[in-house]
Structures are given as C-alpha cells and as structure tokens.
C-alpha cells in the first residue's frame, strides 16, 4: 500500500514486509531453477532417466503435502515461510538417492533390504532436521512457524515416501 502512494519509498517496514510478505512472485522462477539443477545434478550422479525420475519422487510428494497442507489450513505464506523448501528439497533427494545407491550396489538386488540397510539413517536425518526446524514453533513468529511447519510436514513426508512408495516405483520403473 505504502509503493502505490510513493513506488520510491523505503524503510525497515517495507524490508521486513518484503521478507515476511512479499517476494511470493518470484517463487515460480526460483523453484523451476532449483528443479532444474537438482534433475541435471541427479543425472550426472545416476545417469538415467527413469533413475533420475525415481529420485525425484519423494521430493515432490513431500513438497506437495507440505504446500497443500498449508494452503488448506488457509496459513498465509511468505516468502520466509517458502525459504524452507531448500531444505526440504535437500533432504527429500537424498533420501531417496541414499536408498537407490544401496539397492544399485548390493548383490542380491532386494530393494527391501536396501531401505533396511539405509532406512534408519535416513530417518535420522530426517528426525534431527525436522526436530531443529520444529523449535521454531517455540518462538511465536508467524512466518517462522510457518518455515517450521512446512519443514516438519516436507521432510516427514519425503522420509515416508523414501521408505514407502520409493522402493516400489524403483523395482517397476528402474531396472539394474
């Protein structure tokens, strides 16, 4: 409101209300740019299509509930709040790269005991991440407790999807 009177103002405010508000526009852009490099980087590490397809899963699946969870509770978002899908992005890749480079160089080929092997690391990983983020909630900030809920809702579901659906999709689409 204060740019459509003066679109020179400045201030603490406006910073604060770009940080906490605004700056909503520009996610498109920043989140096609962090997918583009994530899906370039898991190809250099995995080399296939449908491998690179299967990494990504669990990132989107945890992505998607975080953000729908959010929108359906009706929490306002900010771009502070959107800060944390780096980390969830992060975690929710390695999580499913960490599974799918167990099963690739075991021997027997059993996805189920590449998830055993990898699973409780994975987990704690995903535990510790989501309980450090999950203390923001303590600090009654809105937009912060925003980052935490979509940390604690992304990572938790990329941990579940990794363990779940993962594996599944791994042995139909991906084959050694």
Do not use: Q
């Amino acid at each position: 409101e204060v740019l459509s009177v003066d679109p020179k103002a400045t201030g603490t405010l406006l910073v604060v209300d770009n940080l906490l508000v605004g700056g909503v526009d520009r996610l498109p852009f920043a989140m096609a740019a962090v997918l583009v490099s994530l899906v370039f980087i898991l190809w250099l590490d995995l080399g296939r299509g449908r491998a690179v397809l299967v990494a990504l899963v669990p990132l989107l699946v945890g992505s998607s509930v975080a953000i729908g969870v959010v929108i359906a509770a009706g929490m306002p978002i900010s771009i502070l709040m959107l800060s944390a899908f780096p980390l969830i992005f992060g975690i929710g890749i390695d999580d499913g790269v960490h599974i799918l480079h167990r099963w690739n160089e075991s021997e027997d080929g059993d996805v189920a005991r590449a998830v055993g092997a990898t699973g409780k690391a994975i987990l704690f990983t995903s535990v510790t991440t989501a309980l450090g983020f999950g203390i923001l909630f303590l600090l009654h900030h809105r937009g912060l407790a925003g980052m935490a809920t979509l940390v604690l809702l992304g990572v938790g579901t990329c941990f579940l999807t990794s363990v779940t659906l993962l594996p599944v999709l791994a042995r139909l689409v991906w084959k050694r």
